[in-house]
């Protein structure tokens, strides 16, 4: 049965028009991309069928656009279609610290280093940079490792919060293995830059670590 037989509160598009993006799985999501299915699939099917095979959703839109392309049911037009629709998302999620706004909720930061870091094979360290009113000044990646740790120099950190004549920074990295949970080299690091930060009156306001899932805040534990 093709998608336009099915009745109209399960297809997708009107699933999405009558309750919000957020009522629809990862394959009917995925299906309004596609629009068509396989040769004997709906658009669906085929979306479930790209989730099994290669997902979850996240390890398949970390592809980049090649890896995308070559996927039955996808091609080169689609694979961009998915592309931009992720670097729209990613914009979409920066836009609020790029025009300058004052970071007042924590959990926006959160969001954004997990936006610039998440899907990285190395582990990145990177740290987003404050004026007097937090606003962002400048977001910058560090320190580059490997999948298993990245040396952080607490003098560089001082270095470029001066250098952005910057008031306050929250830092972030990422763990490739997918675990969030903050170790105690994490915890050792976080004091260290602490402490460097606040021999130039910078205050360190959190660390996140970056994993699947919700970020995990060093300030939210009581360890900044």
């Not at 068509?36 to 398949?60: I, K």
């Not at 949970?181 to 205050?203: F, G, N, W």
Request: charged share 25%; glycine share 8%; aromatic share 4%.
């Amino acid at each position: 049965m093709h998608i336009r037989d099915w009745p109209s509160h399960e297809r997708p598009r009107e699933k999405l028009l009558s309750r919000g993006a957020a009522a629809l799985s990862d394959a009917e999501l995925l299906a309004i991309f596609l629009g068509s299915g396989l040769r004997g699939q709906d658009a669906v099917a085929t979306a479930r069928q790209l989730l099994d095979r290669h997902g979850p959703l996240r390890r398949l839109l970390e592809l980049d656009p090649a890896g995308l392309a070559r996927l039955p049911g996808l091609g080169p037009a689609r694979a961009c279609k998915l592309s931009a629709a992720l670097e729209l998302c990613n914009r979409w999620l920066a836009a609020g610290l790029e025009r300058g706004e004052a970071l007042t909720d924590p959990a926006s930061a959160g969001r954004y280093f997990a936006q610039r870091l998440r899907g990285q094979a190395i582990e990145v360290f990177a740290a987003l940079f404050l004026d007097t009113r937090h606003r962002a000044l400048a977001f910058e990646e560090l320190f580059r490792g490997t999948i298993d740790g990245a040396e952080v120099h607490p003098r560089e950190v001082v270095r470029r919060a001066l250098a952005h004549n910057a008031a306050a920074v929250i830092v972030g990295h990422n763990h490739p293995s997918g675990n969030p949970e903050p170790s105690a080299a994490d915890r050792a690091v976080t004091a260290q830059l602490k402490q460097s930060l606040a021999l130039v009156d910078v205050r360190l306001l959190d660390h996140f670590v970056v994993g699947d899932g919700a970020p995990v805040s060093l300030a939210a534990r009581g360890w900044v």
